[in-house]
C-alpha cells in the first residue's frame, strides 16, 4: 500500500515561486498532474524510482523542475516563473510498475495510487 501526502500549495503572485512536496514516493515512479473544475487531469511531469529518468510538459519545461530525494522518500515539483494559468489542483501519483516510459508516465490511467491533492493559486 502506498500513501502520497502533497503539501506546498497556496496563493501567491504571477512571477512567484513554489515547491511542491509528495511524501511516501517509495520505490515506485512518481507523476505529477494538475486539474482545474470542469476540466480533465492535465499531465505536469514524471520520474522513475531512480531520478534517472524525468518527463516535463512541454507547456511548463522551462519553468517546473521534477525531482526526488529516496533517502527522503519525497518527491518534488519545482514551480518558477508562475502563471495565473498555472492556478489548478496539483495531485502526485505512483506508478508501481516496474519499468517507466515516457508515453506510459503521462496517462493518469496509469498510476495505481493519487495522493489527495494541494491548491495552487497564482494571481496575476
Known amino acids: 500500500q502506498v500513501q502520497l501526502v502533497e503539501s506546498g500549495g497556496g496563493l501567491v503572485q504571477a512571477g512567484g515561486s513554489l515547491r511542491l512536496s509528495c511524501v511516501g514516493a517509495?520505490?515506485?515512479?512518481i507523476g505529477w498532474f494538475r486539474q482545474v473544475p470542469g476540466k480533465e487531469r492535465e499531465f505536469v511531469a514524471s520520474?522513475?524510482?531512480?531520478?534517472?529518468?524525468?518527463y516535463v510538459a512541454d507547456s511548463v519545461k522551462d519553468r517546473f523542475i521534477i525531482s526526488r530525494d529516496n533517502a527522503k522518500n519525497t518527491a518534488y515539483l519545482q514551480m518558477d516563473s508562475l502563471k495565473p494559468e498555472d492556478t489548478a489542483v496539483y495531485y502526485c501519483?505512483?506508478?508501481?510498475?516496474?519499468?517507466?516510459?515516457?508515453?506510459?508516465?503521462?496517462?493518469?490511467?496509469?498510476?495505481?495510487?493519487w495522493g489527495q491533492g494541494t491548491q495552487v493559486t497564482v494571481s496575476s
Open positions: 517509495g520505490d515506485t515512479s
Open positions: 501519483a505512483a506508478d508501481t510498475s516496474p519499468s517507466w516510459v515516457v508515453t506510459r508516465s503521462r496517462n493518469p490511467d496509469e498510476y495505481d495510487y
Open positions: 520520474i522513475s524510482w531512480s531520478g534517472g529518468s524525468k
